[in-house]
């Protein structure tokens, strides 16, 4: 699998991100600065990693969705490359456009950074076929602006359309429907915000993570 | 040279739009014992010094494509 990982100024998770896809795949990916107009030819995977890129002037994502390399981002996703986009990556999607809704302030107002526990929603795409629906797995969040928001039409499409792929078990930060993570309609873009990149081995707590990784390799190894 | 032209753009969330900020703001002013307020909401104001004869239409391209996230946000443009 050829992947690679988009860095923006204040990105903090990119090489721990870059660490998962090499520990998974055997294969480090390229990591692209934001001024890059061009991805490197023939990738297949792109991960968005968590941070607070550009200290998250303006709006989380904002300015990171509009830089450069995130214009190279889009049409790769329209190409159907596999797209990641974790924490801050979820919410650089979001203000993209490649997925639909916002990600806005937590609704107790606190930075919430502890393990959680998840439902997989769906066992049907390239990033959560390793899981089985109704499987409840622990993975970390790390956030201040994950309480997804859309208006209702939207979340009964993706509920409709089988695109939620993670939920919080239980409330964590006010999100609609609990929503963690939500696929695009092609479902090759997944945005959440839990950090399966966290828990690859069992150095690190759990593997949780890792089997996100080797459904992606799976796909498009 | 003409002086650049001052428009503000204020930007605030829609209605239905829950605002955990403005409701912590509600909250604090009725903890210092100001009665009578019914609801904070917290936006934003953008000042911006653009060139004299930029029209409504690029501002509020400007507004749609960065300043505001329309999903959850309205703006209002201000300019002479």
């Not at chain 1, 870059?18 to 600065?33: H, N, Q, S």
């Not at chain 2, 959850?72 to 300019?79: G, P, T, W």
């Amino acid at each position: 699998m050829k992947a690679a990982v988009i860095v923006f100024p204040g990105s903090n998770c990119d090489r721990d991100l870059a660490d998962a896809i090499t520990k998974v795949t055997g294969r480090a990916p390229a990591m692209i600065w934001h001024r890059e107009t061009d991805l490197p030819e023939g990738l297949d995977f792109i991960g968005i990693p968590g941070g607070f890129s550009y200290g998250d002037y303006l709006r989380s994502g904002a300015m990171a969705a509009r830089s450069p390399v995130m214009q190279a981002v889009i049409k790769a996703a329209g190409q159907g490359r596999a797209v990641l986009g974790i924490c801050n990556g979820f919410q650089v999607l979001t203000e993209a456009g490649l997925l639909p809704g916002a990600l806005m302030r937590n609704a107790g107002l606190d930075f919430v950074c502890r393990d959680v526990t998840l439902t997989v929603e769906t066992s049907q795409s390239i990033f959560t076929s390793r899981y089985a629906a109704g499987e409840q797995v622990t993975i970390p969040v790390a956030h201040h602006d994950g309480n997804y928001t859309a208006d209702a039409t939207t979340l009964d499409r993706l509920e409709g359309e089988g695109r939620i792929a993670f939920r919080y078990a239980e409330p964590v930060n006010g999100s609609a429907r609990d929503i963690a993570g939500i696929l695009s309609d092609a479902g090759n873009v997944l945005g959440m915000m839990p950090h399966p990149e966290r828990l690859i081995e069992p150095e690190q707590g759990g593997t949780d993570g890792r089997r996100l990784f080797e459904a992606a390799m799976m796909a498009l190894a | 040279m003409a002086a650049p032209m001052k428009i503000t753009v204020t930007v605030t969330l829609k209605n239905g739009v829950l605002d955990p900020q403005g409701r912590a703001i509600e909250s604090a002013l009725k903890g210092l014992g100001f009665g009578g307020v019914e609801g904070a909401r917290v936006g934003k104001i953008i000042e911006l010094d653009v060139a004299d004869g930029t029209t409504r239409e690029t501002v509020e391209a400007m507004a749609k494509q960065l300043l505001a996230n329309t999903v959850i946000e309205n703006f209002r443009i201000d300019m002479p």
